[in-house]
């Protein structure tokens, strides 16, 4: 039998008797096996043969390759890979035959031997953390499972005493079982168990059973690094214990039980700087997350204990709701042995996850703004619950983000406080795996188990996690197992649902006192030191308690830095708000050139060609200027003056409907061309992004925080799969800025209109986002002409605030010929009009009937009533919902002396769409302008539980019925 490339899986139970044959072959004839079984055999022999001390190796083959790792694995095996044994001290001059001093049965004893511990070594690579002692309390069994027992390989009795020769396999030469067996355990089975044998690449397995494997791999700090991590665990603690007497019964989802999380996170910051590191964002849900802000953070205790008090973490001139203090966010600059590094905490409500994909976009932009393209010197490190790791979906989402191009961050360091429990949920009702780290397998990420009462194994597994994260780029797993000692939150009682664990909790010392007292043992420190350690500590809180009444925040700091320059909107509407968004039409024409300009060589799909061969006679000649035409304008006018440009979404390179073609094919290579790189210096970003709502939008939101000095935007397949992303919306881009003082400036396009495409392709719910519209929050758009969607997206970045700005994006009207616009409504001193008045000209005082509405309905509307003639019906559109432009259309009222019926038409059914949210301005606006009726009249679909029917004959007699009522109720 051969070996020629892989291995089959079939050797990792291969039999003795499968070696002796193939051995008697070799016996007979060396050349009749692989040139790899050759040197295989003959190690063996001289293995077999040398009783006396001439002997020496210092190394020899392992099952016909050189690494363990790849032996016994049959996604990484090739006998290619195999170095002869290498021989010294005194050789014979020739080389021992079979059949010389060697049996057949002494080669088949020793392969045995050989592929028995290298399977028992193997499987302790695989299965030992299932023997690790990973619970602080105790309550879960983990018992040595039994193929971890040398019995169970094989080797019993005398057997365990017998030599082995491993050829430096964990640095051991040679070794016997009994030997080799303790190592393992300490190697595998202590209070760090490692999960990385799931991992493909052979480079990364070998990188980690370097640092955990042999003899001398045990874990080892000075004694100064002992007493850093004792004096991080006396904050933790004391600072808990602080908020536990003078807030009795107040919640503040303390880190009891959990306090090693503290000295770890410094020890991220300390190896991370170390590494090259400039810049780490944070993102955590609550638990622990005041003493992180204190203890990691240095946000002032004044401050936090001013919050408890019910102060406000903002200076008395800052409007918005504020937010509760576990989910304030704060930034900060940390040294660690000369290396500085800048640190934020990214807010986060309580959805638990939800900061994930916040945190790697933030992580990515940072990376862009400081030219980082090796993705070194900014890092996300991602804090989590274990039941929330286990099973909110945005996780694997964001793994599945890790090794994308346009999402990639250079790898996340995960670190799961692992309090065994979910609220009131066990983990067997809590997930379906054994772990709640298990998700991280779907990338391959390696996993560190850790006791959480052993803070030196804690910290032992972030510094491996740094060193594997610089090393490799990619995500890795902390999962350190610890306990809630108060419950949910400090007002709960746990042991209804838990009394055993709860008993067990009560009778724990905590991890300082225990630590301390490891310390004491070991002469490191003595009682006095880290009595008084805690003393002083206590004493300070003291201090910094009595001063928090008169703690006044003197200023916030979201328009420092990458901000500076932009900040609030100021005056109404229509003062500091508008822009000067007009190109001169000859940049345009300069523009378009560029960015149609065909490569040489580069072969053009046919109807692409044609496509651009219409855009470039369209605004030559200054006529029929469509929507993809104006957006590539925008864009490009943009990138000329400076600006980033990022646009992401599941189909945003082409566009869902053939229209944007940001992103040339080649149809011969599939090479692809970008034409808007043509004018960006770099700066011009479009992603097809992978099939994630949540994830993504959640990115770009994170992106828009760090950088807005870039139009960031992310694009719906179609506006209804928004929904997917809610929680986004309503958590972060509606209410962010009111919660935690902090300005974006994202824009999503959502593709919205009534074409009976049925329910899931018709509406981007704009009901919603208009119900979260308050207080200046967001702008929401329908445009209806690519005129206003080119200054729209232009005013976004000429406007000196940011403010989240979401558009109904067109379908129909993309190729719509009414729906088109001159290269002069670009130009000059155009700019974006919040309402658009009648292409068809009516003088005012003719007007009887005015009918409103928003978006593609318009045309709908518009071509009726010119067909029946209707001269005295106007038609204004909405374009700008939120805010709304009260003040225009009251003044464009006021000049209809003879209105008699005002009607609010739209498609979406009455309890959809923007009827509700626009009746009482509607109703404002007439009164102000003290003409027509008091109230509007409505004209659309009735209400309906679906948001548009999946029949087009009936899609087709609604739309009709509509347009009639609008133009005839």
Known sequence: MGFEGEVPEALENVGAGFIEALYRKYADDPSAVDASWQRYFEGLER??????????????????????????????????????????????????????????????????????AMMLIRTYRVRGHLAAELDPLGLVNRELPEELTPEYHGFTGADQHRVVHLGGVMGLEASTIAELVPILRRNYCGHVGVEYMHINDLEERR??????????????????????ILNKLIEAEEFESFLGRKYVGTKRFGLDGGEAMVPALESIIKYGGADGVKEIVIGMSHRGRLNVLANVMQKPFQAIFHEFAGGSSSPEDVGGSGDVKYHLGTSTDRTFDENEVHLSLTPNPSHLEAVDPVVLGKVRAAQQLRGDTSRDQVMPLLLHGDAAFAMQG??????????????????????????????????????????????????????????????????FATKLACEYRVKFNRDVVIDMWCYRRFGHNEGDEPSFTQPL???????????AKMYTDRLVDEGVVDADWAKSRGEEFKAMLSDEFDAAPGYKPNKMDWFEGRWAGLGLPGGEEGDRRAAETGVPEDKLKEIMNRISDVPNGF?????????????????????????????????????????????????????????RHAVWVDQETADKYLPLKTLDGGKFKVYDSPLSEYAVLGFEYGYALTDPKSLVMWEAQFGDFANGAQIMIDQFIASGEAKWNRANGLVMLLPHGYEGQGPEHS?????????????????????????????????????DFRKPLVIMTPKSLLRHKAAVSTLAELSGDSHFKRILSDRTEIADEKVKRLILCSGKVYYDLAEQRDEQGLDDTSIVRIEQLYPFPLEPLTLRMSRMKNLETVVWAQEEPKNNGSWLFVQPYLERALSDAGVGPDRPVYAGRDPAAAPATGLAPRHAKQQKQLVEDALTA
């Not at 360091?413 to 066990?426: K, L």
């Open 763 to 799: 509406s981007a719910r704009l009901e919603r986002f208009l119900q979260l519209c308050a207080n200046d929050n967001m702008q929401v758009a329908n445009c209806t002409t690519p005129e206003n969607y080119f200054h729209i997206l232009r005013r976004q970045m000429h406007r």
């Open 207 to 228: 990188f980690i059973q370097d640092r955990i494997e042999g003899r001398e791999n045990e874990i080892h700090f000075t004694d100064n690094g002992k007493r850093a």
């Open 47 to 116: 293995v077999a043969d040398s009783n006396g001390p001439s002997w020496q190796r210092d190394g020899w083959p392992v099952a016909a390759t050189d690494d363990l790792t790849a032996a016994l694995d049959p996604t990484q095996m090739s006998v290619e890979k195999v170095a002869p044994p290498k021989v010294t001290g005194t050789v014979a001059t020739e080389q021992p035959k079979p059949g010389r001093g060697v049996t057949g049965e002494d080669v088949r004893r020793a392969a045995e031997d050989s592929l028995r």
């Open 501 to 511: 664990m709860y008993k067990a909790i009560k009778k724990k010392a905590s991890v």
């Open 394 to 459: 945005v996780v694997a989402e964001c793994f599945g983000l890790m090794g994308v191009d346009g999402y990639s961050t250079g790898g996340c360091i995960h670190f799961i406080i692992n309090n065994q429990i979910g609220f009131t949920t066990s983990p067997q009702f809590a997930r379906s795996s054994p772990y709640p780290s298990d998700m991280a397998k779907i990338v391959q990420a390696p996993i560190l188990h850790v006791n959480g009462d052993d803070p030196e194994a804690v910290t």
């Open 603 to 659: 072969s053009m799909h046919k109807t692409l060609k044609r496509v651009m061969k219409a855009r470039i006679e369209a605004v030559e000649s200054g006529e029929g200027i469509d929507w993809a035409t104006a957006e590539s304008l925008a864009f490009g006018s943009l990138l000329e003056e400076g600006y980033g440009v990022r646009l992401s979404g599941q189909d945003s390179g082409r566009g869902t409907f053939s229209q």
